[in-house]
């Protein structure tokens, strides 16, 4: 029997170190040494929808596990519209900021519509997983998006998926009240409930780690992250066309590096 367990974030009595792999949807994913590297284990992880693969078979194997699961999901990609980088399937595809804002917080849009075949398909997604698995899912991957536009999408998710703790995750905006708050980076500017991310940011030292662990310690989750997690290695090359050559010992270790942040506070 399926249960799912959402550990909301005012009354979470632990804190949860995990990986970063934003870019497990990818095709060449080893998802494999991915579960593997958990053992028996929580799973602590998240990934990106739609962005690196529509169909993302791993984060279906990973929800099938007979492990307990904790994840993190951002359902679409906004740094590829700020970068003029997105792909014909990203939903944000030639859109601005402006207008992205003002289609999205528009229901009947063809936008929102887009926006929301990405959650229905999530909603899929939860409602075949197996065991135990708290999830946290935001909207938006560092959304430009404005304020009413987000609170519109949130809604959207709260009705597809209310086991789920909803989350923002604003690109240099405050996050809405009511919701779990997610910042990126060596120092982000967090208070409880949070969830904390090194993405972007490459902790090049212990020192860098200890001081990431220091900074958010009242947050509920906290991610490790490395370039090698969004399948980078070189030049800027499409989420979906990237190789990703991550190895089991990579991930072994990356996890272990997540799991020691708490013994650096």
């Known amino acids: 029997m399926k249960i799912i367990l959402v550990l909301l974030a005012f009354i979470a009595t632990a804190q949860a170190q995990g990986v970063s792999y934003l870019g497990l949807c990818n095709k060449t994913w080893d998802c494999q040494a991915t579960v593997s590297s958990f053992g028996k284990h929580p799973i602590v992880t998240g990934w990106l929808e739609n962005s690196f693969g529509r169909e993302c078979p791993c984060a279906n194997q990973i929800l099938k596990t007979r492990n307990d699961k904790i994840i993190r999901v951002h359902l679409i990609n906004s740094p590829c519209m700020r970068n003029k980088r997105c792909q014909r399937h990203d939903v944000l595809y030639g859109h601005t900021k402006a207008s992205a804002s003002r289609l999205m917080a528009n229901q009947s849009s063809p936008l929102f519509r887009k926006y929301h075949q990405i959650v229905t398909r999530f909603k899929r997604r939860i409602e075949s997983s197996r065991g135990t698995v708290s999830c946290y899912v935001s909207p938006c991957l560092e959304c430009d998006l404005n304020g009413p536009a987000r609170k519109t999408m949130l809604d959207a998710l709260r009705a597809a998926v209310p086991s789920c703790v909803l989350v923002d995750n604003p690109h240099g905006q405050s996050c809405l009240p009511g919701y779990v708050c997610e910042g990126h980076g060596?120092?982000?500017?967090?208070?409880?409930?949070?969830?904390?991310?090194?993405?972007?940011?490459?902790?090049?030292?212990e020192v860098d780690?200890?001081?990431?662990?220091?900074?958010?310690?009242?947050?509920?989750i906290r991610f490790y992250w490395s370039a090698w997690m969004n399948c980078n290695f070189g030049g800027f090359v499409r989420p979906a066309d990237r190789v990703c050559r991550s190895s089991f010992s990579q991930m072994n270790s990356a996890r272990r590096t997540a799991w020691n942040l708490l013994s650096f506070q």
């Not at 991310?197 to 090049?204: C, N, Q, S």
């Not at 900074?215 to 509920?220: A, Q, S, W, Y």
């Open 209 to 220: 780690l200890k001081a990431f662990a220091e900074h958010t310690k009242d947050c509920d």
């Open 186 to 205: 060596l120092k982000p500017n967090l208070h409880r409930p949070c969830i904390a991310d090194l993405d972007g940011t490459e902790a090049k030292s």
